[in-house]
């Protein structure tokens, strides 16, 4: 959950605004990013899906380093940028 936040913390958006992009609520998200239990898998899902559009991708971890986030350098999806402006 920790990579949701610093996914979140590349494309410099506020939880408000995730949340928003989302779908879900701004209480959830915190709830992910705390790593709280009781979260639904869905929610996740969701937030994950809004930082990929944004361009974020997740790296698998290994034995030698752990998970972690890039922004990527192909074109982001471009509803991203109206669906943020609306939030």
């Not at 879900?24 to 992910?32: A, D, F, K, N």
């Amino acid at each position: 959950m920790i990579a949701l936040r610093a996914g979140r913390a590349l494309l410099g958006l506020s939880q408000e605004e995730l949340a928003h992009l989302a779908g879900v609520s701004r209480q959830i998200l915190v709830r992910i990013e705390k790593c709280e239990q009781n979260v639904l898998v869905e929610s996740i899902e969701k937030v994950r899906s809004a930082l990929e559009a944004g361009g974020i991708v997740f790296i698998e971890g290994s034995p030698d380093r752990g998970p972690g986030v890039a922004v990527s350098r192909r074109t982001r999806d471009p509803d991203f940028t109206t669906r943020r402006e609306m939030a």
